[in-house]
């Protein structure tokens, strides 16, 4: 089984601020089978970005994905208010696995 | 528009089984994997598995072998995933999320609220 680990745990910034979060993989991932979801409370998750680096229908362009191998990130590059949310990676190969999530709150 | 409806929220006492819907509309059913991942309260996500609803053929992660079955209707358009010997663990929001291959899953369910509780 592929164990994420992603990095911090919580991220405390303000609105207009650039949001920078890891996810760590302890094996390569497969052709970049790498998602990332955010989740409000109460809601289901919503697919940002799959492919490590590609944008999911609708989602604005200040979300981008990048990495490859073990190392992923996900950068938001100004917060708005409506993206304090958790956010969770997921390797979606043969037995997918997700990341235990990070919290970006407003500080 | 592609939607999955999941089924109403469930109480059950320990030992129970439990078997949740998931019907899907606005694509071809048969087209495409069906994801279950479930959600402790405060906790993260959880894969549970996937059906293929073409054939039925599944693939559960191994905490939950033995212990979950997926099936598939195709008349209804409808997976289920039944699982058995409830335990207090076991209280979680359960999602269906169809699979979209190299797009990952783009589409879920709105969640399953299962309590399990004597």
């Known amino acids: 089984e592929i164990v994420l680990t992603q990095s911090p745990g919580t991220l405390s910034l303000s609105p207009g601020e650039r949001a920078t979060l890891s996810c760590r993989a302890s094996q390569s991932v497969s052709s970049s089978y790498l998602a990332w979801y955010q989740q409000k409370p109460g809601q289901a998750p919503r697919l940002l970005i799959y492919g490590a680096s590609s944008r999911a229908t609708g989602i604005p362009d200040r979300f981008s994905g990048s990495g490859s191998g073990t190392d992923f990130t996900l950068t938001i590059s100004r917060l708005e208010p409506e993206d304090f949310a958790v956010y969770y990676c997921q390797q979606y190969g043969s037995s997918p696995t997700f990341g235990q999530g990070t919290k970006v709150e407003i500080k | 528009q592609v939607q999955l409806v999941q089924s109403g929220a469930e109480v059950k006492k320990p030992g129970a089984s439990v078997k949740v819907s998931c019907k899907a509309s606005?694509?071809?059913?048969?087209?495409?994997?069906m994801h279950w991942v479930r959600q402790a309260p405060g906790q993260g996500l959880e894969w549970m598995g996937i059906i293929n609803p073409s054939g039925g053929s599944t693939s559960y992660a191994q905490k939950f072998q033995g212990r979950v079955t997926m099936t598939r209707d195709t008349s209804t358009s409808t997976v289920y995933m039944e699982l058995s010997s409830l335990r207090s663990e076991d209280t979680a929001v359960y999602y269906c999320?169809?699979?979209?291959?190299?797009?990952?899953?783009?589409?879920w369910g709105q969640g399953t609220l299962v309590t399990v509780s004597s």
């Open positions: 999320a169809r699979d979209d291959g190299v797009a990952a899953a783009g589409h």
């Open positions: 606005g694509y071809t059913f048969t087209s495409y994997y």
